[in-house]
């Protein structure tokens, strides 16, 4: 298993081939894009990976949601499956699957129809349209003023879990009032929180005490993650018993990252940074989880939350800067 000092370099050296290979692509999708392609056992190319973004463009119209931002970030998701291109061809199924059935098609579809697609395995695509169908309008109707297209790809990463819906949604909703009363502001940050809660196995006291701790540490450390950061509580506190303590290895981890060109207060926030240190300590402890036959599963849970997590907080964070510099350039 990797240390993680090798992990970080690993993860730098992936980083600085998307740099050179996609200069023009967005930042954050490649800072991202390099956290999903580190630890694999072949090091990614960057013709491979045009390879696999090639597909993506023959396949879809240039105004297709498929294109954009979506390109880069697929390209890199399918290059790490073993038959990327059928995945594609299973993807756009979904999508129109999806679409036929009352989703509109945006940002946020093609990487809901992705995590849909990789739930076939398990569960046939009729169960998981519909279950993801009852999660989302579940949501809605409890937050109708929050909920929209960025809450795809949680209601499809729910669908694919074992989670029972009615309790589900039930149990995100105690949450969200929970956390709220323990200084968590309501919004779009908490209900995304609750969305990655429910994955978790332990009791839902457990749950909410370690990320009320967990929050609380952050806060008192001058990391008080909030926004499209908040739910990356959630998956900090499913993964230890002790969160603080690894929310503390990644501060030193988010320091050091800091002083790397690319990475600085010029490119990043600190809590962005911080995501990304956490992501690195928590992909190096699931390595040993899949060499113990016990903690297995909850690899498998906690690698389906990071996915769709990262998806939606990069779409989000890249909406925002999309919103702001149309907002300045129009001043």
Known sequence: ??????????????????????????????????LWLTGEDQSPT????????????????VFSNFRGLNELMLAMLLYREPNGVER????????????????????????????????????????????????????????????????????AMLAASPVPTAS????????????????????????SLTHVMVLGEESHFTKQSKVDRLNR???????????????????????????????DEAI???????????????SLDKKTRFVLAAYLLISQQMESFHQNVGRTALANSVQ??????QMAMTAAIVGASASASASSGGA
């Open 304 to 309: 389906a939350i990071l996915l769709a997590q």
């Open 252 to 266: 030193e981890l988010e320091c050091r990252l800091k002083a790397v060109r690319g990475f600085g207060s010029f």
């Open 1 to 34: 298993m990797q240390t993680i000092e090798e992990k970080l370099q690993q993860y730098l050296a992936v980083h600085d081939m998307l740099k050179r290979g996609f200069p023009w692509e967005y930042a954050l999708a490649r800072q991202f894009g390099a």
């Open 168 to 191: 589900g949604l039930e149990e995100m909703e105690a949450f969200y009032h929970e956390l709220h009363a323990a200084g968590i502001p309501k919004g779009n940050g908490l209900q």
């Open 88 to 155: 594609f061809h299973c993807m756009k199924d979904v999508y129109a699957q999806l679409k036929a059935n009352g989703f509109w098609g945006g940002t946020y579809l093609p990487m809901a129809a992705l995590t849909i697609a990789r739930g076939m395995e398990q569960q046939p695509l009729s169960t998981l349209i519909a279950r993801m169908r009852d999660f989302y309008e579940g949501m809605k109707a409890r937050h109708a003023f929050l909920t929209s297209q960025d809450d795809y790809v949680y209601a």
């Open 217 to 247: 540490h952050l806060t008192e450390r001058g990391y008080r993650l909030r926004d499209y950061h908040t739910a990356f509580l959630g998956v900090v506190a499913l993964l230890t018993d002790q969160p603080e303590a690894l929310a």
């Open 46 to 61: 960057v013709e491979g990976l045009k390879a696999m973004r090639d597909v993506i463009r023959r396949e879809t119209s």
